[in-house]
């Protein structure tokens, strides 16, 4: 089993800087993605980013270019720096590690979520 504890929210004004950390605790393969959802007040969890842990990145399309994603292998920790707040980036976030199983299944570990709000 993964667990996930998350820390960093908080509130900022608009144009500030955050930065999440998520630390895992349990046994992280080396096939593990972690990464970073978030989801508005009445809405889906969507993905943010994600990084493996040969360090590639993906972002989603309105925080590329102002989050980066970052992941210590050696100490199960992945990290969201986020430049250039908007208030529309106010939202729960969540740590996730996405695991592939031998076969094919999927299963998602997640942290119990980060409130970061952003005010104009």
């Known amino acids: 089993q993964v667990q996930l504890v998350e820390s960093g929210g908080g509130s900022v004004h608009s144009g500030g800087s955050l930065r999440l950390s998520c630390a895992a605790s349990?046994?992280?393969?080396?096939?593990?993605?972690m990464g970073w959802y978030r989801q508005f007040a009445g809405q889906s969890r969507e993905l943010v980013a994600q990084?493996?842990?040969?360090?590639?990145?993906w972002y989603e399309s309105s925080v590329k270019d102002r989050f980066t994603i970052s992941r210590d292998n050696a100490k199960n920790t992945v990290s969201l720096q986020m430049y250039s707040l908007k208030p529309e980036d106010t939202a729960v976030y969540y740590c996730n590690v996405w695991r592939r199983h031998i076969g094919g299944s999927n299963e998602n570990f997640w942290g119990q979520g980060t409130q970061v709000t952003v005010s104009s």
């Open positions: 990084i493996n842990s040969g360090g590639d990145p």
């Open positions: 349990g046994n992280i393969l080396s096939s593990d993605v």
